[in-house]
């Protein structure tokens, strides 16, 4: 069953009072269902009745609905995160290991829903054999919850997932985790471990329980908290404000279909900035698919950039990882010169 709302949260969504709530419900004006007493809600259900009875109340209570979620996710999440407080992790590192965290949880989570889907379709036959019902292969052994079943060796066990999974996704997830040393038992004890995949275990990421424009604002929430806890150790290499990237923006312009590149990306704010700008005016997303392109210097920082992209619903780009200006990564074989961008 989907997430289940009270009166008093569904009287709070539809801007009404409970009693009303509650007298719409006992009607069968509104779908619920009782539990020991008590109205219920199924929201899933509840959405779509206000979809079509009310369409304009449903826009204004799913911007609600998804102004709450963001900022409950992005508390929990940093919640989260203050596991590593007074652990021997410096706190200018937190990212390194917070975002790969989080994105595993988000891949792990999307492969049970979507297999899940695939038993409602073909059964009771193994969803191993139809592999196409997933975005990402999670290969045997590497789920969350594998690692969150090992007793011992924590990191040992949670890197190799990493490892694994990148290397079953190599067209898609290739050095997404990044070079965290997750072995290291100096930083990393297995309870410091545990505990930190145990709160993480708490927080449902998959696409049922938030959208990818909500974990996408958690994700850059998440990448603008560790910036200014690193802000004295030149932060601006990786983050760059969110108003700035705007203004940017909105100078170039950028056009549907056109190709973007940006060759000192950082963690994607400008390519993810360019995108969104023509949303903003209408414009459809997919029609950059095949045309982002980024480089970045730094390993760990063009990770966050993939992760980010990937978490904000974004499909069939190129972030390299090199010097852009010794080593430009893209150039156009017709020319042997270095390529063009719109």
């Not at 539990?35 to 826009?59: C, H, I, T």
């Not at 997830?173 to 309870?191: I, M, P, Q, Y």
């Not at 549907?256 to 995108?275: K, N, Q, R, V």
Request: proline share 4%.
């Amino acid at each position: 069953m989907d997430e289940v709302l009270a009166v008093k949260e569904v009287a709070a969504l539809l801007k009404i009072n409970e009693k009303t709530a509650y007298k719409l419900a006992a009607r069968g004006e509104i779908p619920a269902f009782k539990v020991g007493g008590s109205w219920r809600f199924e929201k899933a259900q509840l959405e779509e009745w206000m979809n079509q009875k009310y369409p304009r109340r449903y826009d204004r209570m799913k911007a609600d609905m998804s102004s709450g979620d963001d900022q409950k996710l992005k508390s929990t999440l940093w919640s989260a995160a203050n596991t590593l407080r007074g652990s021997a992790v410096d706190r200018t590192d937190w990212k390194a290991y917070i975002l790969p965290l989080l994105f595993f949880k988000r891949i792990s989570d999307v492969w049970d829903e979507e297999t899940a889907e695939a038993q409602k379709i073909y059964g009771d036959a193994d969803p191993s054999l139809f592999p196409e019902v997933h975005r990402f292969t999670v290969p045997d052994g590497c789920h969350w919850n594998d690692v969150r079943e090992v007793p011992s060796n924590v990191g040992a066990a949670l890197l190799k997932a990493m490892q694994e999974i990148e290397r079953a996704n190599p067209d898609t997830l290739f050095r997404v985790f990044g070079t965290a040393d997750w072995g290291n038992k100096e930083k990393f004890s297995d309870e410091l471990l545990k505990d930190l995949i145990e709160g993480f275990s708490e927080i449902r990421l998959g696409n049922k329980a938030v959208s990818t424009d909500v974990l996408g604002g958690a994700y850059e929430y998440l990448i603008g908290k560790f910036a200014d806890v690193t802000r004295r150790n030149k932060a601006g290499e990786f983050y760059t404000p969110r108003s700035v990237v705007r203004t940017m923006v909105e100078i170039l312009d950028p056009q549907e279909s056109e190709s973007i590149y940006d060759p000192a990306c950082g963690t994607g704010g400008m390519l993810l900035g360019a995108i969104e700008h023509v949303v903003r005016k209408g414009g459809d997303p997919r029609t950059f698919y095949g045309k982002i392109y980024g480089q970045e210097k730094n390993l760990t920082t063009a990770a966050i950039a993939r992760m980010n992209l990937v978490l904000h619903g974004i499909e069939d780009f190129q972030v390299a990882r090199e010097d852009t200006l010794r080593s430009p990564a893209f150039t156009d074989s017709s020319t042997g010169g270095l390529a063009t961008f719109d």
